[in-house]
């Protein structure tokens, strides 16, 4: 399992993990000596460097049935799949298309990113992301915001989507495999490529261009 990023979100991830795994063999990762210094006493691997580079590095090492927890102020996926594209004919960020997230009670474009989301409010941190209804509010919700986005679809490129499963409350990721599987989507693409990460509430999505 890797913790990417080792902040506040990091530090709970890493303690839902050892409540709920014991001592499973975990790797922290963050690009700040003052953040790994915080994980004294507890197991782990620490490494410092950047995670989306450690990740595209060293990927020979990593297994697909691995866990990925994002836990840094920026996507991942999307970041990952950039650096693995520098070999690739010359590509640029692009924002996604106006046309997706349309009807959602959250839509906020920042920078080259679209952050979406089902809540308007702050989350509790133990939220256990119910299927079927928000956890705060008890509202209902027809699909999961990761198969809202999918079905949407995308007219002017391809849309590939990372559904972020739930480990612990308020804690989320996916397995190495599908940043491979992006990978592979990416070089079959032929214009306008955007991948979403997206757990049952809250989503994001960036693009590239050729």
């Not at 970041?79 to 004919?89: E, F, Y």
């Not at 509202?139 to 499963?165: H, N």
């Not at 992006?182 to 070089?187: D, G, N, P």
Request: proline content about 7%.
């Amino acid at each position: 399992m890797f913790i990417v990023g080792f902040g506040k979100f990091g530090k709970k991830a890493l303690a839902q993990v050892i409540h709920l795994q014991g001592k499973s063999r975990v790797w922290i990762i963050d690009s700040s000596p003052e953040a790994l210094s915080q994980v004294e006493g507890f197991p782990g691997i620490r490494v410092l460097a950047d995670g989306p580079k450690f990740l595209s590095q060293y990927q020979e090492w990593i297994g697909n049935e691995d866990w990925i927890i994002p836990a840094l102020p920026v996507h991942l996926a999307w970041k990952w799949l950039d650096l693995n594209l520098k070999t690739q004919p010359v590509h640029k960020a692009v924002s996604p298309p106006n046309s997706l997230g349309l009807g959602l009670p959250y839509r906020q474009f920042v920078g080259k990113g679209l952050f979406l989301s089902y809540a308007t409010f702050l989350c509790p941190e133990n939220c256990p992301a119910p299927i079927h209804k928000c956890f705060k509010t008890k509202e209902r919700r027809a699909v999961p915001l990761w198969k809202f986005i999918a079905d949407q679809g995308c007219s002017k490129g391809t849309l590939e989507v990372i559904e972020s499963q739930q480990i612990a409350p308020g804690v989320g990721g996916y397995r190495f495999r599908e940043l491979k599987k992006i990978r592979l989507q990416v070089q079959k693409s032929r214009s306008s490529f955007f991948v979403a990460t997206a757990c049952r509430c809250h989503g994001v999505i960036h693009g590239l261009t050729w």
